[in-house]
Nanobody
Framework: VQLQASGGGSVQAGGSLRVSCAAS????????MAWFRQAPGKEREFVAR????????LYAGSVKGQYTIPRDNAKNTVTLQMNSLRPEDTAVYYC???????????????WGQGTLVTVSS
């Protein structure tokens, strides 16, 4: 399984940015996908996840209503659309994949390399 994240960059506060993750080596629709982020000096934290079929989503409270996590199973991609960005959203964003059969409380076994998002005030 390989996950390739892309789309990070710099944006001013209040702006929008989209990061994407392209997956290969897996039956994409059989995996739930998630985004995590790690801000400078902080631990990595969960941001959002989406089920294999795209029906169920879950967001961290800090981004609910601000981010969305659509996926395209035909293209093996998952995206994180980030709106109304704030300086505290600055972080390296990682995509992760887990088989849908894996318990929700188990760690994600597959990770992308991360992409940096910087929000300036």
């Amino acid at each position: 399984v390989q996950l390739q994240a892309s789309g990070g960059g710099s944006v001013q506060a209040g702006g929008s940015l989209r990061v994407s993750c392209a997956a290969s080596g897996l039956t994409f629709s059989a995996f739930r996908m998630a985004w995590f982020r790690q801000a400078p000096g902080k631990e990595r934290e969960f941001v959002a996840r989406i089920s294999g079929g795209g029906v169920s989503t879950l967001y961290a409270g800090s981004v609910k209503g601000q981010y969305t996590i659509p996926r395209d199973n035909a293209k093996n991609t998952v995206t994180l659309q980030m709106n109304s960005l704030r300086p505290e959203d600055t972080a390296v964003y990682y995509c992760a994949a887990a088989p849908s059969t894996l318990q929700l409380n188990e760690p994600y076994p597959y990770w992308g390399q991360g992409t940096l998002v910087t929000v300036s005030s």
